[in-house]
């Protein structure tokens, strides 16, 4: 079996640490480095049920896209639920690991799989990484959807190509508008509906689109929106990220499990549907 230094060393080869925001907290957040890893565990959020889950299944590692700590702390003490998250990691000998934004950012990346998912063939990224020759990274993807399909159908595509959630997909426009050209953002995206609004798209798929922002967008232009849960847009990632590690692992003769988790952490449990 592999080592853990050499597990991260293959994720940090399809996710390096210096693609990340210069805010974020990527990387090994517990877990020795010399230690055996054979089973490895991706998720998106670094909460209890996940750990539960990697304790029950025997996992050494868990993979996940969002940071257990974004911030400097002083303490690590399980008298909150982050430093029981990593008692009970340490406690159980299973490393934590993050991808978040230098995932986003990867090709393919977190808004790679999303696109797939909801059936888009991708041309590039909505936003380009400078520093990238080839120009395939960056920020958000555009994808061509084909066979054009009216927005009503194409959310319908989307709700189905997601994983479910309480909340499910809400739509702003035309419901017979025929779409054709999609760009996407896994996660919190209404920071890029200027660059949605100039890439000349006729929808855009993201996440946790905000009252004032969603509705300026749709005055500002006819460029659809179909929001979906945070967590929904980024889980994709998961199969995209297994699959790359299934790989490098073969690569390197490792006898490697893998498992994407299914648990839904979506923050939202229930919704109630209101009279028109």
């Avoid at 946790?208 to 509705?215: E, I, K, T, W």
Wanted: charged share 20%.
């Amino acid at each position: 079996m592999p080592k853990l230094s050499d597990v991260i060393n293959a994720l940090e080869e399809l996710y390096p640490p210096r693609w990340a925001e210069s805010w974020d907290a990527v990387g090994l957040v517990c877990g020795d480095p010399e230690a055996e890893v054979g089973r490895v565990l991706f998720a998106v959020d670094p909460v209890q049920a996940v750990v539960d889950e990697a304790v029950e299944w025997g996992a050494d590692l868990v993979v996940t896209h969002h940071p257990l700590y974004l911030r400097g702390v002083t303490s690590v003490a399980a008298t909150g639920f982050k430093g029981r998250v990593v008692h009970g990691l340490i406690r159980a000998g299973i490393g934590l690991h993050v991808a978040h934004t230098n995932a986003d950012h990867a090709d393919p990346g977190v808004s790679d799989a999303l696109a797939e998912a909801v059936g888009l063939r991708v041309l590039g990224p909505l936003i380009a990484d400078p520093t990238d020759p080839a120009g395939r990274r960056g920020s958000g993807r555009i994808g061509v959807l084909e066979p054009p399909l009216t927005l009503s159908a194409f959310a319908a595509q989307v709700a189905a190509g997601l994983p479910a959630t309480a909340a499910g997909v809400r739509v702003a426009g035309d419901g017979d508008r025929v779409i054709t050209r999609v760009a996407v953002c896994g996660g919190s995206g209404d920071s890029f509906l200027a660059e949605v609004r100039a890439a000349g798209v006729d929808a855009y798929v993201t996440a946790d689109l905000r009252h004032h922002p969603a509705s300026e967008a749709t005055e500002a232009s006819p460029v659809a929106l179909v929001d979906a849960a945070h967590w929904a847009t980024e889980w994709p990632w998961l199969r995209l990220a297994e699959r790359g590690l299934t790989e490098a692992a073969a690569g390197h003769g490792w006898q490697l499990e893998t498992k994407v988790s299914h648990l839904v952490t979506d923050p939202w449990t229930a919704h109630a549907p209101m009279n028109p």
